[in-house]
């Protein structure tokens, strides 16, 4: 088992910056892939970036350039810079890791909203 436990969300204007922060316990040792996505209200939750095998990343298309996924192996903590948000931002982001290539585990989640 793996637990997440998501933290950095909160309120900001357009065109502000947050860090999201996601600290990783349990058998975190063959974890290959963990990230972020987000649920905004009415809509599926989305990919928002993920880091897989410790070093390839994926963005979202809508949040290339702006966000920016790192991980902090020694400390099982995975990070999301999210520069220049906009209303559009405005979400649940979720904590995301899978482990050997089959398990999936969930963050309970973390509130972003932009204000415009």
């Known amino acids: 088992q793996v637990q997440l436990v998501e933290s950095g969300g909160g309120l900001v204007q357009t065109g502000g910056s947050l860090r999201l922060s996601c600290a990783a316990s349990g058998s975190t040792r063959n974890i290959d892939t963990i990230g972020w996505y987000r649920q905004a209200p009415g809509k599926q939750r989305e990919l928002v970036a993920t880091?897989?095998?410790?070093?390839?990343?994926n963005y979202a298309d809508s949040v290339k350039g702006r966000f920016t996924i790192s991980r902090d192996n020694d400390k099982n903590t995975v990070y999301l810079q999210m520069n220049s948000l906009t209303p559009e931002d405005t979400a649940v982001y979720y904590c995301y890791a899978r482990r050997l290539v089959t398990f999936n585990y969930w963050g309970q989640g973390t509130q972003v909203t932009v204000s415009s």
């Open positions: 880091i897989s095998s410790g070093v390839s990343t």
